[in-house]
């Protein structure tokens, strides 16, 4: 007998980005065309750092920092966002876009370093 994969959630999940209605904005702005909705964003990652950070939740954090990747880009536009840099979405100069790939050749790099934990910031 074969194994056989379901691909299905993959498929919707990609088919809400053809028309996204990820956030509550749901501008259906199609994400793989140039196009760009309120967020600005694409399908791409688009990062604004990968770094040990030690700034925060010490318990999880602990002596060598939490390998965070800190995502840029944000829907919701906070007038007191504390990440405000990365996170608008007409200005996120300090973004760039990584691949896959890279993101996670980073964070093995870090875990290399002493990092004991992963967090996934969003903007």
Not at 32 to 61: N, V, W, Y
Not at 65 to 78: E, S
Request: hydrophobic residues 35%.
């Amino acid at each position: 007998m074969k194994n056989e994969i379901d691909l299905t959630p993959a498929y919707e999940y990609f088919e809400k980005l053809r028309n996204c209605v990820c956030c509550p904005r749901e501008c259906g702005v199609n994400r793989f065309s140039d196009e760009r909705g309120f967020c600005q964003s694409g399908t791409e990652f688009s990062i604004g750092s990968i770094c040990s950070h030690k700034g925060e939740e010490p318990a999880l954090s602990g002596r060598n920092g939490i390998a965070n990747v800190f995502f840029a880009r944000c829907n919701m536009q906070c007038v007191f966002c504390q990440n405000h840099q990365i996170s608008r979405t007409k200005k996120a100069v300090l973004a760039s876009f990584w691949n896959l790939e890279s993101i996670c050749e980073r964070i093995e790099q870090l875990l290399d370093e002493g990092c004991h934990m992963v967090g996934f910031v969003s903007p």
